[in-house]
Protein backbone atom coordinates (compact mmCIF):
# COMPACT_ATOMS: atom_id res chain seq x y z
CA UNK A 1 0.00 0.00 0.00
CA UNK A 2 2.73 2.61 0.82
CA UNK A 3 4.43 1.67 -2.54
CA UNK A 4 1.24 2.56 -4.12
CA UNK A 5 1.03 5.59 -2.38
CA UNK A 6 4.42 6.75 -3.47
CA UNK A 7 3.72 5.95 -6.63
CA UNK A 8 0.15 7.19 -7.15
CA UNK A 9 0.30 10.32 -5.01
CA UNK A 10 -2.17 12.08 -7.69
CA UNK A 11 -4.83 9.36 -6.74
CA UNK A 12 -4.28 9.44 -2.76
CA UNK A 13 -4.66 13.66 -2.93
CA UNK A 14 -7.80 12.94 -5.11
CA UNK A 15 -9.08 11.18 -1.74
CA UNK A 16 -8.29 13.21 0.51
CA UNK A 17 -8.90 16.30 -1.06
CA UNK A 18 -10.48 19.09 1.19
CA UNK A 19 -14.50 19.82 0.64
CA UNK A 20 -15.17 22.42 -1.29
CA UNK A 21 -16.79 25.83 0.73
CA UNK A 22 -20.11 25.81 0.39
CA UNK A 23 -23.25 28.74 0.56
CA UNK A 24 -23.61 29.49 4.29
CA UNK A 25 -26.91 28.27 5.31
CA UNK A 26 -29.29 30.23 7.09
CA UNK A 27 -29.05 30.10 11.54
CA UNK A 28 -31.49 27.09 12.74
CA UNK A 29 -34.93 28.62 13.09
CA UNK A 30 -35.42 29.25 17.48
CA UNK A 31 -36.48 26.38 19.50
CA UNK A 32 -37.73 27.27 22.91
CA UNK A 33 -41.12 28.62 23.83
CA UNK A 34 -39.29 32.02 24.88
CA UNK A 35 -37.20 32.14 21.83
CA UNK A 36 -39.85 31.85 19.47
CA UNK A 37 -41.50 34.75 21.56
CA UNK A 38 -38.69 36.95 21.20
CA UNK A 39 -38.14 36.29 17.57
CA UNK A 40 -42.08 36.69 17.01
CA UNK A 41 -42.29 39.76 18.79
CA UNK A 42 -39.71 43.06 17.97
CA UNK A 43 -39.29 45.67 20.94
CA UNK A 44 -40.94 48.16 19.15
CA UNK A 45 -40.02 51.91 20.15
CA UNK A 46 -42.63 52.76 23.09
CA UNK A 47 -43.44 56.50 23.35
CA UNK A 48 -42.33 57.99 26.81
CA UNK A 49 -45.41 59.18 28.48
CA UNK A 50 -45.24 60.98 31.55
CA UNK A 51 -45.20 59.60 34.99
CA UNK A 52 -43.90 60.15 38.57
CA UNK A 53 -42.75 57.50 40.81
CA UNK A 54 -41.09 57.72 44.17
CA UNK A 55 -37.64 55.99 44.53
CA UNK A 56 -34.50 55.25 47.28
CA UNK A 57 -31.62 56.51 46.46
CA UNK A 58 -28.92 54.96 47.95
CA UNK A 59 -26.39 57.94 47.99
CA UNK A 60 -23.77 55.89 50.77
CA UNK A 61 -22.52 53.25 47.57
CA UNK A 62 -22.24 55.76 45.26
CA UNK A 63 -19.92 57.92 47.86
CA UNK A 64 -17.89 55.06 48.78
CA UNK A 65 -14.47 56.15 48.80
CA UNK A 66 -14.62 59.90 47.38
CA UNK A 67 -13.03 62.24 49.26
CA UNK A 68 -14.72 64.26 51.61
CA UNK A 69 -14.58 68.07 49.66
CA UNK A 70 -16.30 66.40 46.53
CA UNK A 71 -19.02 64.19 48.33
CA UNK A 72 -21.79 66.16 48.14
CA UNK A 73 -21.34 67.47 44.39
CA UNK A 74 -20.90 63.99 43.56
CA UNK A 75 -24.14 62.62 45.19
CA UNK A 76 -26.22 65.38 43.24
CA UNK A 77 -24.64 63.90 40.10
CA UNK A 78 -25.69 60.53 41.28
CA UNK A 79 -28.83 61.19 41.73
CA UNK A 80 -28.91 62.90 38.02
CA UNK A 81 -27.26 59.27 37.01
CA UNK A 82 -30.19 57.46 38.74
CA UNK A 83 -33.13 59.62 37.53
CA UNK A 84 -31.53 59.68 33.67
CA UNK A 85 -31.14 55.56 33.81
CA UNK A 86 -34.80 55.06 35.43
CA UNK A 87 -36.87 57.58 33.37
CA UNK A 88 -34.75 57.32 30.55
CA UNK A 89 -34.55 61.64 30.08
CA UNK A 90 -31.74 63.43 29.27
CA UNK A 91 -32.53 66.54 30.85
CA UNK A 92 -32.55 66.52 34.62
CA UNK A 93 -33.97 68.96 36.85
CA UNK A 94 -32.98 68.87 40.47
CA UNK A 95 -35.34 70.78 43.11
CA UNK A 96 -33.63 73.06 45.43
CA UNK A 97 -35.51 71.22 48.51
CA UNK A 98 -33.60 68.44 47.56
CA UNK A 99 -30.34 69.62 46.97
CA UNK A 100 -30.72 71.68 50.33
CA UNK A 101 -31.23 67.82 51.85
CA UNK A 102 -28.26 66.97 50.82
CA UNK A 103 -26.05 69.64 51.43
CA UNK A 104 -27.71 69.64 55.14
CA UNK A 105 -24.67 68.23 57.08
CA UNK A 106 -22.42 69.76 55.16
CA UNK A 107 -19.96 69.28 52.01
CA UNK A 108 -18.95 65.94 53.86
CA UNK A 109 -21.25 64.49 55.98
CA UNK A 110 -23.90 63.22 53.05
CA UNK A 111 -27.39 61.41 54.13
CA UNK A 112 -26.92 58.14 53.26
CA UNK A 113 -30.33 57.30 51.56
CA UNK A 114 -33.10 60.09 50.21
CA UNK A 115 -36.58 59.38 49.36
CA UNK A 116 -36.96 60.87 45.88
CA UNK A 117 -40.25 61.52 43.58
CA UNK A 118 -39.13 61.77 40.03
CA UNK A 119 -42.16 63.15 37.82
CA UNK A 120 -41.20 62.40 34.02
CA UNK A 121 -42.79 65.77 32.52
CA UNK A 122 -43.54 67.12 28.66
CA UNK A 123 -40.58 69.67 27.93
CA UNK A 124 -42.57 73.12 27.01
CA UNK A 125 -40.09 74.92 25.69
CA UNK A 126 -40.35 74.56 22.07
CA UNK A 127 -36.86 74.83 20.86
CA UNK A 128 -36.19 72.53 23.44
CA UNK A 129 -33.73 69.54 22.36
CA UNK A 130 -35.57 67.55 24.69
CA UNK A 131 -39.68 66.56 24.75
CA UNK A 132 -39.60 65.17 28.09
CA UNK A 133 -37.79 66.29 31.65
CA UNK A 134 -37.28 64.54 34.90
CA UNK A 135 -38.26 66.94 37.85
CA UNK A 136 -36.39 65.47 40.85
CA UNK A 137 -38.07 66.70 44.67
CA UNK A 138 -37.20 64.85 47.96
CA UNK A 139 -39.96 63.33 49.85
CA UNK A 140 -39.19 63.45 53.27
CA UNK A 141 -40.03 60.23 55.37
CA UNK A 142 -39.13 59.30 58.83
CA UNK A 143 -37.61 55.89 58.12
CA UNK A 144 -36.59 53.82 54.89
CA UNK A 145 -37.17 50.51 56.46
CA UNK A 146 -39.86 48.55 54.21
CA UNK A 147 -40.00 51.33 51.93
CA UNK A 148 -40.26 50.04 47.87
CA UNK A 149 -40.25 52.22 44.47
CA UNK A 150 -43.86 53.03 43.93
CA UNK A 151 -45.89 54.65 41.08
CA UNK A 152 -47.42 58.07 42.30
CA UNK A 153 -49.25 58.69 39.69
CA UNK A 154 -49.54 57.45 35.49
CA UNK A 155 -50.60 60.08 33.38
Known amino acids: ILAQAILAPRALRACTAAPQ ?14 D ?15 KTMD ?15 KRAPRAIRAIRRFAEKVMMTKDIRIDTKLNKFVWSNGIRNI ?3 VRVRMSRKRNEDEEAKEKMFTLCQHVPVESFKGLQTEVVRED
Do not use: N, S
Not at 36 to 50: L, V
Not at 55 to 69: A, G, I, N, P
Open 21 to 34: PRERAAPPPPRTPA
Open 111 to 113: PHR
Open 36 to 50: MAKAAKKPARKTQEP
Open 55 to 69: YTVHLHKYLHKTQFK
